[in-house]
């Protein structure tokens, strides 16, 4: 006769070193409270499927390397499965930021034959773990309680999507209150197993990362963007329309510098706001920008003699402006801060904190 099953959990294969993982929560193998801890590598149970239609099939586990009750984390060490699955390309994460879409996948008890994905999105932060919620579902269904329905989707990997890269940051390791409530979860941090796997962490509020991200999602404004913020900010394009025929002696040139001058702040408008929810570096940038615009309006608000002098201006503060952020940005290569910088330089011509006239 088969042993009863009397526990069940989700978890992660990872691979590093040529050596494969199963990463889960401790109380996925130990029990809630450590009743299981006792049990060899072979009492325990792991079982993979292809997809989720097919049988499940063993995978053995070669030995415990490390649990951890007060972080609520366990890492096994088993033989390479026999699973069509890239491993390395699962890269680690840390350094989220609230708010941005997660993506968690595993077994719920109440239907332990097939996984489900669930979208939620990251709430709260803290050193060792962070918390998420649900998206647009909800645990609590026809008047069960949340927690029974969550119960086995503890040790789901908890991962970032972005650029068609896939980041795990953690696992889940339980939901709030029996009920559920407001269907949060708690979940450890990859990083806290840094010391046992050695495994390399991407920094996700790196400029690079974030530049990964947006150039996937880059969004090209079309001439009706163009036409309905016009048409919003009438005043405001009025105002670069005539700052750009101070630059420039002809006026159809002027027209046509101005206008791409907008298509250019548009689309770093929207770049923006896809990072603003990713990382702290718009938020910091609009408070510099804050700062420095009072200064702005004292020190390259005047009379120009030509032309030729007002371009020296407007170049001025652009690289002024960049080297004031250079540093909060960190981009090497300078590309993001000069893009920023002419962002910032073309609202302040429309907003006239610079102006100039001949």
Request: net charge negative; with cysteine; hydrophobic share 35%.
């Amino acid at each position: 006769m088969a042993e009863e099953l009397v526990n069940q959990g989700s978890g992660v294969i990872l691979c590093h070193d040529g050596k494969y993982y199963i990463l889960t929560a401790e109380h996925c193998i130990n029990g809630e409270n450590g009743e299981y801890a006792d049990l060899s590598c072979e009492q325990i149970i792991a079982e993979y499927q292809q997809d989720y239609t097919s049988e499940f099939l063993p995978i053995k586990i070669l030995s415990k390397i490390q649990l951890d009750k007060a972080g609520d984390w366990a890492l096994l060490e088993i033989e390479k499965p026999d699973i069509d699955c890239d491993f390395m390309a699962m890269l680690c994460g840390d350094k989220f930021l609230s708010h941005e879409p997660v993506h968690f996948r595993g077994y719920q008890a109440v239907n332990n034959t097939e996984p489900r994905t669930w979208e939620a999105t990251i709430i709260d932060i803290a050193a060792n773990e962070f918390k998420i919620t649900l998206k647009d579902k909800s645990f609590e269904q026809f008047g069960e309680k949340g927690s029974q329905k969550a119960k086995g989707l503890s040790g789901s990997g908890v991962y970032i999507i972005r650029a068609n890269k896939v980041y795990l940051l953690g696992h889940l390791k339980q939901v709030i209150g029996e009920i559920a409530l407001n269907d949060d979860i708690k979940c450890c941090k990859f990083k806290n197993l840094q010391a046992w796997l050695g495994k390399n962490l991407v920094d996700m509020s790196d400029i690079s990362e974030i530049s990964l991200w947006e150039k996937a999602a880059e969004k090209k404004i079309t001439d009706d963007d163009v036409h309905t913020w016009i048409g919003q900010h009438d005043d405001h394009f009025n105002n670069l329309i005539r700052k750009s025929r101070v630059l420039s002696s002809s006026e159809a040139k002027a027209d046509e510098n101005a206008r791409n001058r907008l298509i250019n702040f548009l689309n770093q408008d929207y770049k923006n706001n896809q990072i603003s929810d990713r990382s702290t570096l718009i938020t910091d940038y609009e408070a510099t920008a804050e700062t420095f615009e009072e200064s702005v309006k004292e020190a390259y608000t005047r009379t120009v003699a030509d032309p030729g002098a007002a371009k020296d201006l407007l170049l001025k503060l652009e690289s002024d402006f960049a080297t004031h952020i250079k540093d909060l940005v960190g981009d090497k290569s300078n590309k993001i801060t000069m893009e920023l910088a002419r962002h910032k330089v073309t609202w302040w011509l429309m907003n006239c904190s610079f102006n100039f006239t001949e």
